[in-house]
């Protein structure tokens, strides 16, 4: 008899495994648990046209997911799944297929927020792990009032100097900084791409006692915090 | 039984061989073996085969008690191993296959190599008074508000730790389980496709970045 329970038991397990494994398969499981069948269908041929031109499903599958989670109705999700997967496509066609999905991501980003796709490839090309943080940056000084010449320019030369992403990824903030001094987001750029040019640091020093802040306001925003190992548990 | 008389029932020693105990206890074997063989029980007695197989049809439990006594029940299974070997890799594969994407086409590979080097602690800080409760969700958590933000003092800023991987991140806080709302005070943000916007994290590898610094 306690074989007879220990076997069902272990049955009931393996069950319990199946049933998890089978609902993570089903990638579009929130999805379907919120919208009618009709449009998980239509949502499911828009995935499958997508993935036969290179698309990865994973980022439609995401938008997809992002939309039922926020509580949109099934048209707005199928209709921004679908305007998603146009601009990937065009990202497929010109990054090649191979391109992982955050760059493909990163990429269709960068190019609706105005980054030619020509600089988008070369930076592709050239640092195959990290452009997705190097199209940011431009994104990031395009926002800080750079024009769109000298911000590709200032990224594509700091790449081409061997800078580190995450020296790159603080460009942004120097402009801010320098326009916060009084120059103007031209004459910051300028400054700082003449300095990469010359192999000179990019960020000048700071007046005596100014006020900068490094950090978003306190209370707000995020912070990036010291490696894990000082932290106290959350 | 011991070794020697083992050893003499095997034919490997003589019986003078064994002590004397031993040997009373040799005789009495041989005096059996001895009983068998003059039976000439060769072979299975007249209806025996049907005898069993009569009892076997006898079994008229419940199909449910004898489906379960099937499933209960050792059975002897005879597999090829090559027919063994090929269902194994087959459900390795299913098992380790990644979840979420079964393209054939989704190139694999480099998207781990850009965000799996180094994972970095972010903390999540929000001002909301009147929340009961605030959690964030992105694209690191599937756009499950996973992580819930505390404010232990009750002075209604909230904050959390998340551990993310280096990469683009895009997030929302969520007040009350229900409304989503972007981060004022996001250092960049980018449109959701829905018609409002998601904050975007920039998180590099190397220690002491300032990928959050504005």
């Keep these: 008899m306690r074989r007879r329970l220990a076997t069902l038991f272990a049955a009931a397990l393996f069950g319990v495994a199946a049933t998890g494994w089978a609902q993570q398969a089903d990638d579009l499981a929130r999805v379907r648990a919120r919208f009618p069948a009709a449009d998980?269908?239509?949502?499911?041929?828009?995935?499958?046209?997508?993935?036969?031109?290179?698309?990865?499903?994973?980022?439609?599958?995401?938008?997809?997911?992002?939309?039922?989670?926020?509580?949109?109705?099934?048209?707005?999700?199928?209709?921004?799944?679908s305007t998603?997967?146009?601009?990937?496509?065009?990202?497929?066609?010109?990054?090649?297929?191979?391109?992982?999905?955050p760059g493909l991501e990163k990429a269709a980003d960068a190019i609706r927020h105005g980054v030619?796709?020509?600089?988008?490839?070369?930076?592709?090309?050239?640092?195959?792990?990290?452009?997705?943080?190097l199209l940011q940056t431009i994104e990031d000084l395009l926002h800080a009032g750079v024009a769109r010449d000298e911000a590709q320019g200032m990224v594509?030369?700091?790449?081409?100097?061997?800078?580190?992403?995450?020296?790159v990824l603080t460009l942004p903030a120097t402009v801010r900084r320098l326009v916060r001094e009084g120059n103007s987001p031209v004459e910051a750029a300028t400054s700082i791409r003449r300095n990469?040019?010359?192999?000179?640091?990019?960020?000048?020093?700071?007046?005596?006692?100014?006020?900068y802040r490094t950090v978003s306001p306190a209370g707000t925003g995020t912070r990036r915090l010291p490696p894990p190992g000082r932290i106290p548990p959350a | 039984m011991n070794e020697p008389l083992n050893r003499y029932l095997d034919g490997e020693i003589e019986l003078s061989d064994l002590a004397p105990e031993q040997r009373r206890e040799a005789e009495a074997w041989d005096a059996l073996v001895t009983d068998v063989r003059q039976a000439g029980a060769d072979e299975a007695p007249v209806g025996l085969e049907s005898r069993i197989m009569a009892s076997l049809h006898a079994d008229r439990r419940p199909s449910a008690s004898r489906l379960l006594d099937w499933w209960v029940n050792p059975h002897l299974v005879r597999v090829r191993p090559l027919i063994g070997l090929a269902?194994?890799?087959?459900?390795?594969?299913?098992?380790?296959l990644p979840s979420g994407d079964r393209s054939p086409v989704e190139p694999t590979g480099a998207a781990t190599a850009l965000v799996s080097e180094e994972?970095?602690?972010?903390?999540f800080v929000l001002e909301a008074p009147d929340a009961s409760s605030v959690a964030v969700a992105g694209d690191f958590s599937d756009w499950l508000p996973a992580t819930p933000l505390a404010d232990p003092d009750g002075d209604g800023v909230w904050s959390g730790r998340v551990r993310l991987t280096p990469g683009v991140h895009k997030y929302m806080f969520v007040i009350d389980g229900t409304d989503w709302i972007t981060d004022p005070q996001a250092e960049r943000y980018t449109e959701d496709g829905f018609g409002n916007r998601n904050a975007v994290l920039a998180i590099t590898g190397g220690a002491g970045a300032g990928s959050l610094a504005p």
């Design chain 1, 156 to 167: 594509l030369d700091a790449s081409s100097r061997g800078m580190r992403s995450q020296d």
């Design chain 1, 40 to 81: 998980v269908d239509r949502l499911e041929t828009i995935l499958s046209d997508a993935q036969a031109d290179g698309v990865p499903r994973v980022l439609l599958v995401e938008k997809a997911v992002e939309g039922a989670a926020k509580g949109h109705e099934p048209a707005v999700v199928i209709g921004a799944v």
């Design chain 2, 119 to 123: 994972a970095v602690y972010v903390q």
């Design chain 2, 87 to 96: 269902t194994a890799a087959a459900v390795a594969a299913l098992l380790f």
């Design chain 1, 196 to 211: 990469l040019r010359a192999g000179r640091p990019t960020i000048p020093p700071a007046p005596p006692g100014a006020p």
């Design chain 1, 84 to 101: 998603l997967a146009d601009e990937l496509r065009a990202t497929v066609r010109l990054l090649g297929r191979d391109t992982p999905p």
């Design chain 1, 116 to 133: 030619e796709p020509g600089v988008v490839r070369e930076l592709a090309e050239r640092d195959p792990r990290d452009f997705p943080i």
